[in-house]
């Protein structure tokens, strides 16, 4: 059996399972580095966040009050904490969305957002994510413009084959929510402050 391994086809061979057990390392390495941790909590703009049902319920009489204004032709605006947005966020994705993200907080920070949540994956495993940018409040729904995701302790020029599933996993969470008005969010250290035109 010796001389195979030292003949030309034998030495392919010997190359080629070289190379898929280091394809197959390679992947096992991320998937646990995947799972094993991750980016951590956002840091809130403006103290900690507390995610209730009351912040949620603020948040929406809010909401309504301003489009209210709006439905009545006037130009209006309202001002959000990272609490109220947080809450709102973890409600509507756990309670209304069959997206598997959960424990949603909100960060916001002078011109864009960090977003952190727990992403349950295959077999029941759990990774944490982080996704930093902004959101287009000018279409019919909301689109997220997403400048960075982090996953897991996966190094960020891995997660490019990932992305793409949070990114979906995000779309798809905003694609149900119809906006009546054009909105500009104007984001500041810990609030966002949403202006709105009829």
């Known amino acids: 059996m010796s001389f195979f391994w030292t ?7 010997g190359a080629v399972l070289t190379v898929i057990a280091a394809a197959l390392i390679f992947a096992g390495i991320n998937v646990v580095l ?7 909590p956002c840091t809130p703009g403006d103290g900690p966040i507390t995610v209730t049902v009351a912040n949620a319920v603020t948040f929406q009489e809010k909401w309504d009050s301003f489009d209210r204004i ?12 990272e609490s ?8 509507y994705i756990t309670q209304e969305t069959d997206v598997d993200f959960k424990d949603i907080r909100v960060c916001l920070h002078d011109g864009y957002g960090e977003g952190t949540a ?8 759990t990774t ?12 019919d729904t909301p689109s997220a413009q997403i400048d960075d995701i982090e996953i897991g302790n996966v190094p960020g020029f891995i997660t490019g084959a990932v992305e793409s599933l949070v990114e979906d996993a995000i779309d798809e969470a905003l694609q149900d ?14 609030q966002a402050q949403i202006d709105g035109q009829s």
Do not use: W
């Open 84 to 91: 109220e947005v947080s809450s709102r966020a973890d409600q």
């Open 7 to 13: 003949s030309p086809l034998g030495m392919v061979m």
């Open 177 to 190: 929510i119809n906006l009546k008005h054009t909105y500009t969010p104007n984001l500041s250290e810990g």
């Open 34 to 40: 995947a799972f094993s941790g991750g980016p951590g």
């Open 118 to 125: 727990k992403l349950e994956a295959l077999l029941g495993l």
């Open 128 to 139: 944490e994510v982080r996704v930093k940018g902004s959101l287009d409040l000018t279409g």
């Open 70 to 81: 709006l439905d009545g032709g006037s130009p209006s605006s309202v001002t959000l904490s």
